[in-house]
Nanobody
C-alpha cells in the first residue's frame, strides 16, 4: 500500500526558507514521476514542481528560481527546497505519485495525473 507523509512546513516571514520532505513507502520512487502541489483556502490545487524518474524537473512559473525539487531514491524521499518565500506561497502543500498521463505531460504537473496524496503540511508566510 502506497503511503506518503509530508513534513517540514511551518510559519516564516517573507524572504525566508523552508524545506519540505515527503517520505514514501509501498513503492519505489526511482521508477515514478512525483510532484509537489499546494492548495490555498478557496483555491484549486495547483502543481508546484515535478520530477521524473530520470531526475528531470519542471516548475510552475510562480516558483521558478525560488523552489527546487529533488529526491533521494535510496531513502524513498522527495524534497522541496523553498527560498525567497512570499505571502502568496501560503498554502497546504502535498506530495503525490504520478500514475497517469503521456510521456511528456508530466511537465504540466497536473493534479489529475497524480494519486496517493499525503495528508499535507501547512506553509504560512507572513509579510
Amino acid at each position: 500500500q502506497v503511503q506518503l507523509v509530508e513534513s517540514g512546513g511551518g510559519s516564516v516571514q517573507a524572504g525566508g526558507s523552508l524545506r519540505l520532505s515527503c517520505a514514501g513507502s509501498g513503492y519505489t520512487s526511482s521508477g515514478y514521476c512525483m510532484g509537489w502541489f499546494r492548495q490555498a483556502p478557496g483555491k484549486e490545487r495547483e502543481g508546484v514542481a515535478g520530477i521524473d524518474s530520470d531526475g528531470h524537473t519542471s516548475y510552475a512559473d510562480s516558483v521558478k528560481g525560488r523552489f527546487t525539487i529533488s529526491k533521494d531514491n535510496a531513502a524513498n524521499t522527495l524534497y522541496l527546497q523553498m527560498n525567497s518565500l512570499k505571502p502568496e506561497d501560503t498554502a497546504m502543500y502535498y506530495c503525490a505519485v504520478r500514475v497517469a498521463g503521456t510521456a511528456d505531460s508530466w511537465r504540466r504537473i497536473s493534479a489529475s495525473e497524480y494519486a496517493y496524496w499525503g495528508q499535507g503540511t501547512q506553509v504560512t508566510v507572513s509579510s
